[in-house]
Structure formats: structure tokens, C-alpha cells
T-cell receptor, first 113, second 113 residues
Framework: NAGVTQTPKFRILKIGQSMTLQCAQDMNHNYMYWYRQDPGMGLKLIYYSVGAGITDKGEVPNGYNVSRSTTEDFPLRLELAAPSQTSVYFC????????????FGAGTRLSVL | KNQVEQSPQSLIILEGKNCTLQCNYTVSPFSNLRWYKQDTGRGPVSLTIMTFSENTKSNGRYTATLDADTKQSSLHITASQLSDSASYICVVAYGGSQGNLIFGKGTKLSVKP
């Protein structure tokens, strides 16, 4: 049972480039989340999804886009990378109801230079 | 404004010693409070989760307390081990079914031999 898998682990982008951060979970969780963690700061919610075909903005969505075509996958797209998007990105998932515990991936460390 | 404040920011203790980490929150409407452990370079992992009516919850050598009246929580670590070196994040859930979370900045604990 792999849990939540994020790829890549590290990436360096040039300003203006685009990329997609991949997230996949094998726990059949309906809810999936994308967070960013800046140094010395708490995690901030970028986007979340309550099921396939349904996504919604979190606290800091500007500069990002998401899609949820399947239950398993929740990719995060950066269209025009900016230095302010240098951060560590975490994907998480949880089941519906219950204790609402979110299970996190290992993160993607992104630098935009 | 919904906020979660943690103290101290960092802490160094000797192996075998006990320690207590603090969390104060101003989050409404309160749903539950969680403590996560985040090892360096990894995603957060849930330690405990407490609802409004729970005062104490233990997970091995970790014991969390919650005072919903004063909006304070603590995480007590007993007989620390080198593997306890990590960041400990207090997280408060609020609102509806989306699992909206407010993350503290974390306390960085270093356990020295």
C-alpha cells in the first residue's frame, strides 16, 4: 500500500516555465488537497477536491490550476512559474467522514530561479 | 482571524528527557485539533486528533491535552528518543465537511544523545 505518492521529489524551474506536480493515492479517498509550505511557515491550502470532477480554491490558489479526472490522481499545474512559487508542495488525501485525518505525500521541493 | 500559535519555536533536549510543546488557537467554529509529526524532508504524519469533548489522548509516548475553554493544547513527549527529532505541528480543523485546516508553524525539536 503506497499511500500518497508525489512526483517529482525535486525540481528547478526557470521563471516563466510551466510544470505539473503529480499526486496519486491508492486508498480510494474522495478528498484530496494541495498545500505549500514556505520556510518557517505553516502549510497553506492551494486547492482541494471532494471527488472526481470537483475542485475548489483554497487560501492561496493564484498561479496554480488543478484537475481531478479520476479518484486516484490530483495533479497541480504551474503555468508561468515565478520566484514566489519556490516552496515545498504537499499533496494529501482523506476518506469521507470519520476522523478526517489527512494522509500526506513526501512532498515536492520546487525552486524557481 | 483564524490562527494557530505554537511555542517554543525550537527546543533542544537530551535523550531520555521529557518535554511539552504548546499550542494556542483562535479558530471558529472549532471542529477538532490534531498534532502532526514532520520528519525532515517528509510529509506530516498524524499523531493524535481530539474533538471538543476530549481532554487527553495518548499515542505511545505522546500525550496530547486539550482545554477547549482556554483554547490551548499541549503535546507531552515522555522519555524522548533520537527519533523524536522532528517538527511538531498543531493543526485545528474548522467549519464544514471539507476538512478545512489551520496549520501552526510548528515546533522544531532536536533530541541530542
Amino acid at each position: 500500500n503506497a499511500g500518497v505518492t508525489q512526483t517529482p521529489k525535486f525540481r528547478i524551474l526557470k521563471i516563466g516555465q510551466s510544470m505539473t506536480l503529480q499526486c496519486a493515492q491508492d486508498m480510494n479517498h474522495n478528498y484530496m488537497y494541495w498545500y505549500r509550505q514556505d520556510p518557517g511557515m505553516g502549510l497553506k491550502l492551494i486547492y482541494y477536491s471532494v471527488g472526481a470532477g470537483i475542485t475548489d480554491k483554497g487560501e492561496v490558489p493564484n498561479g496554480y490550476n488543478v484537475s481531478r479526472s479520476t479518484t486516484e490522481d490530483f495533479p497541480l499545474r504551474l503555468e508561468l512559474a515565478a520566484p514566489s512559487q519556490t516552496s515545498v508542495y504537499f499533496c494529501a488525501s482523506r476518506t469521507t467522514g470519520g476522523s478526517n485525518i489527512q494522509y500526506f505525500g513526501a512532498g515536492t521541493r520546487l525552486s524557481v530561479l | 482571524k483564524n490562527q494557530v500559535e505554537q511555542s517554543p519555536q525550537s527546543l533542544i533536549i537530551l535523550e531520555g528527557k521529557n518535554c511539552t510543546l504548546q499550542c494556542n488557537y483562535t479558530v471558529s467554529p472549532f471542529s477538532n485539533l490534531r498534532w502532526y509529526k514532520q520528519d525532515t524532508g517528509r510529509g506530516p504524519v498524524s499523531l493524535t486528533i481530539m474533538t471538543f469533548s476530549e481532554n487527553t489522548k495518548s499515542n505511545g509516548r505522546y500525550t496530547a491535552t486539550l482545554d477547549a475553554d482556554t483554547k490551548q493544547s499541549s503535546l507531552h513527549i515522555t522519555a524522548s528518543q533520537l527519533s523524536d527529532s522532528a517538527s511538531y505541528i498543531c493543526v485545528v480543523a474548522y467549519g464544514g465537511s471539507q476538512g478545512n485546516l489551520i496549520f501552526g508553524k510548528g515546533t522544531k525539536l532536536s533530541v541530542k544523545p
